[in-house]
Every structure is written in structure tokens, then in C-alpha cells.
């Protein structure tokens, strides 16, 4: 009875959100076509938020949502929130996880109907492993749940130490998702 007044309530945040959202850019026609218009999309995602930043009547409740519509070999790449995750898959199969403090990985395949959980503050994950893009929506439990791309926010030369991708290939990842060098 809870899941069912919990995705209800984050059903009707989305759909009051998705109205509400006037957003347009100039469409670059050199670009891929995607259900949202011409666009590049390293990660093969779109993400569609309502938390505080986005719809100010969440502030103080304690709650946000995200509708994610991943493509074909899509991916949620690792990040990290400062608060717990829930995830439902309603179309497709995601292969999400997570590691936890000790380095053990907890993952698994997620269909139609799964649900899983991301404890707070620790990395996690999606891909569409499946042959038809996925959707999926996860609720975080703050109007405010902050996201953390570790790549983004250290420097080039440490993020070659630490993963032991080379310079050339750090610095082209990074152009992609939006970091600096």
C-alpha cells in the first residue's frame, strides 16, 4: 500500500513538473535525432528532474523524482548522492549497482516492475542492457540530493592515476560530460 501512494504521489510531482517546464534550444541539424529533438547525448540518457532547483514547491519536502529514458546501451555512469535512492524500472532491463564500503559490488538485471535501492553516499550505476530503450524512475529522499561525477570534479592528471586511462582519453571523456581539464 505504501509503494503504491509512494509512486502515485511521485507520479502526479512528475506530471505537474512536465507541464510546467518551458525549455527550447536551437536545433543543430548536424546532430542525432532523438525524441527530444536533434541532440548529442554521450551517455545515451535523458534525465528528466523534479527536485528544488526545478519545481520550488518541493523545497522542504523532503522528496524529489527523476524520470530516466535510457537508450539501447545507455548508461547512468558511477555517481554519487548524498542521500538514498529507490529506482522502479517500468520499461526495458537496467543492470544497476552499487559498492559498498567494504569494495563488495551488489548489482543485478532489473525488469519491468523491479525495484531496487541505492543506500546513500554510495557509488552506484545504470545500463540499458536490454534490445529496447529503458524507463525507469527513481525518487531520492531530498528536495536536494545533490549528484557527484568523481571524474568532473578532479583534476586530469589524478584522474589518470586513478584509473589508469590515458591523458589524451581522460580529457575527451571529460569535453563530453561537461568537466574541465
Keep these: 500500500m505504501i509503494l503504491k501512494i509512494f509512486f502515485a504521489f511521485s507520479l502526479l510531482v512528475s506530471v505537474v513538473y ?6 527550447f534550444c536551437v536545433a543543430d541539424l548536424n546532430l542525432r535525432i532523438g525524441p527530444t529533438g536533434y541532440t548529442s547525448n554521450f551517455f545515451r540518457v535523458a534525465v528528466t528532474g523534479a527536485f528544488d532547483a526545478t519545481l520550488p514547491g ?6 524529489s523524482m527523476f524520470r530516466l529514458d535510457i ?7 558511477i555517481h554519487t548522492h548524498r542521500v538514498s535512492e529507490l529506482i522502479v524500472v517500468i520499461e ?4 544497476a549497482g552499487f559498492s559498498d564500503s567494504d569494495n ?3 548489482f543485478k538485471a532489473l525488469n519491468k ?3 531496487m535501492i541505492f543506500p546513500q553516499a554510495l557509488l552506484h550505476f545504470q545500463v540499458n542492457v536490454g534490445d ?6 527513481v525518487s531520492l529522499n531530498s528536495a536536494n540530493p545533490g549528484f557527484q561525477l568523481v571524474v568532473l570534479c578532479l583534476p586530469t592528471t589524478i584522474v589518470q592515476k586513478i584509473t589508469l586511462i590515458d591523458e589524451e582519453q581522460v580529457k575527451k571523456l571529460k569535453s563530453n560530460i561537461g568537466g574541465t581539464n
Design 18 to 23: 512536465a507541464q510546467s517546464v518551458v525549455d
Design 58 to 63: 518541493l523545497n522542504g519536502l523532503g522528496l
Design 71 to 77: 537508450d539501447v546501451g545507455g548508461v547512468v555512469p
Design 92 to 95: 526495458g532491463t537496467l543492470l
Design 104 to 106: 563488495t559490488a551488489y
Design 113 to 115: 516492475g523491479d525495484v
Design 132 to 137: 529496447v530503450p529503458a524507463l525507469a524512475f
